[in-house]
């Protein structure tokens, strides 16, 4: 079995910063892209960033300079840095990760439960 399990959400003041964790544990033989994607009340999940294995990165235009994604491939863990935040940065932050658990399998693509994330004075 393959579990995210991501931290470091709350609220925060406009122009404040967090710092979102995000760990993939269990049977796991490699994981290749991790992502943070975000869902607003209302609206439809949408990606954050993304990063490959390799630190190749990409970022939705809303959070370009503001948002930095990386990735520590020993800890299977990915990070979501996430400064001079908006009151439209609030949603659910949600981790996603391509895992293969054996040379046996192909990858699968699992999700977090999600942590909420607040901008608010």
């Known amino acids: 079995q393959v579990q995210l399990v991501e931290s470091g959400g709350g609220l925060v003041q406009p122009g404040g910063s967090l710092r979102l964790s995000c760990a993939a544990s269990g049977s796991i033989f490699s994981v290749n892209i991790m992502a943070w994607y975000r869902q607003a009340p209302g609206k439809e999940r949408e990606l954050v960033a993304a990063?490959?294995?390799?630190?190749?990165?990409t970022y939705a235009d809303s959070v370009k300079g503001r948002f930095t994604i990386s990735r520590d491939n020993a800890k299977n863990t990915v990070y979501l840095q996430m400064n001079s935040l908006k009151p439209e940065d609030t949603a659910v932050y949600y981790c996603?990760?391509?895992?293969?658990?054996?040379?046996?399998?192909?990858?699968?693509?699992?999700w977090g439960q999600g942590t909420q994330v607040t901008v608010s004075s």
């Open positions: 996603n990760a391509d895992i293969q658990r054996s040379t046996l399998e192909y990858e699968n693509t699992y």
């Open positions: 990063i490959t294995r390799g630190s190749y990165t």
